[in-house]
């Protein structure tokens, strides 16, 4: 599997000369397992994705959507792929969460939002919706997932492809207790996990500057994320959705910290890729 990061950013993009190393753009992965082309979320970076696939036409693919905030919907009316007959995407995401994938992409292009609606992009789109465990089986590739904690609930990936495995958890809390139980089954021996590290430990506990606590905002930390990937036995841990507030530098820090504590960790940048 080769696996590029082409949007690593939470919440909303943050261009500037601060963030030109790490990048500005909100979530987007792109995975080829085999001859499948997989995109995890459509955040700001897909916009960059979509260009670079330009030379691909005709094109299929499928597009896995963790949850439909903004931050991970953004970039789909901007992906120029869609907007080419020839091409054709299986589109997925989570049946249970509190609107419906059709809905929210439908939705994002409506007036005053946008001036071409989404049954106008051209492309073949077929949406399907994942009951929570449902896979998907294609060309030798096993898709799974399973719901983590972040309000109106997110889906983590993993994706299993000839004997390796890669597994995306953005947007997700740690329990009050410790490890999710649950999620440390699902990513158990993975040889990578994306992991949500958006915010330090003082900030999640309130305890930084001006803010309360950022508990049950959906949301983890690096310490959280090295945890997980001690216990689950993980060989690499990617740390990404950093935090808006957070330039270069201060990712370089939480990225030296957690290659203390875990050497085989690194924070997600634009343009990373990884192969596997």
């Not at 049946?95 to 005053?112: A, E, I, R, V």
């Not at 073949?124 to 109106?152: A, C, D, Q, R, Y």
């Not at 649950?182 to 506990?205: H, N, R, S």
């Not at 939480?254 to 690194?266: G, H, M, T, V």
Request: hydrophobic content about 35%; proline content about 4%; overall charge negative.
């Amino acid at each position: 599997m080769k696996i590029k990061f082409w949007g690593v950013r939470g919440s909303i993009p943050t261009p500037g000369y601060s963030t030109l190393k790490i990048g500005g753009n909100t979530s987007c992965v792109e995975i080829r397992a085999g001859d499948e082309l997989i995109i995890i979320d459509g955040g700001s970076g897909l916009r960059l994705l979509g260009e670079s696939l330009l030379k691909e036409i005709p094109l299929k693919g499928m597009f896995l959507f963790s949850h439909y905030h903004w931050d991970h919907i953004q970039g789909f009316p901007f992906f120029s792929p869609a907007y080419i007959k020839e091409n054709e995407f299986q589109i997925f995401g989570g049946n249970g969460l509190s609107y419906s994938l059709q809905k929210s992409l439908f939705g994002q292009m409506d007036h005053p939002n946008f001036p071409i609606e989404l049954k106008n992009m051209g492309s073949k789109m077929v949406f399907h919706e994942l009951l929570e465990g449902e896979e998907i089986i294609k060309g030798g590739v096993k898709i799974s997932n399973t719901f983590v904690n972040h309000p109106s609930s997110s889906l983590a990936y993993r994706i299993d492809h000839e004997n390796k495995s890669f597994v995306y958890s953005s947007d997700t809390e740690h329990l009050p207790d410790g490890v999710d139980q649950k999620l440390l089954k699902f990513a158990k021996g993975a040889d990578i996990i994306v992991y949500d590290a958006q915010y330090t430990p003082e900030e999640y506990e309130g305890t930084h500057k001006w803010w309360g606590s950022r508990k049950g905002w959906g949301h983890s930390t690096m310490i959280e994320g090295v945890k997980l990937a001690k216990a689950a036995g993980i060989k690499k841990l990617v740390l990404s959705h950093h935090d808006p507030s957070r330039d270069d530098d201060a990712i370089a820090r939480i990225e030296k910290e957690a290659q203390r504590l875990f050497p085989n960790s690194i924070a997600a940048y634009e343009g990373l890729e990884i192969y596997i």
